[in-house]
């Protein structure tokens, strides 16, 4: 047994959880991909719904002034 091993181990152990974090930011950045375009979809939808209802532009569809 080395002095350095218990340090390798600590590094194979830090380098395993750094990989596993990683793989869950990646899934979770796909899941809200997926529902922010669901989101976007379903504003949209009820954009149209309150334009057929009253023929006016809807406010949800405005973009603030500072925009």
Do not use: C, F, Y
């Amino acid at each position: 047994m080395t002095d350095t091993q218990p340090l390798e181990e600590a590094i194979a152990h830090l380098t395993r959880q750094v990989e596993e974090l990683s793989d869950v930011i990646a899934r979770q950045d796909g899941e809200i991909q997926v529902l922010t375009r669901r989101v976007e979809m379903l504003m949209n939808r009820e954009a149209e719904r309150e334009v057929d209802a009253s023929g006016t532009v809807a406010i949800a569809d405005q973009k603030p002034p500072h925009w």
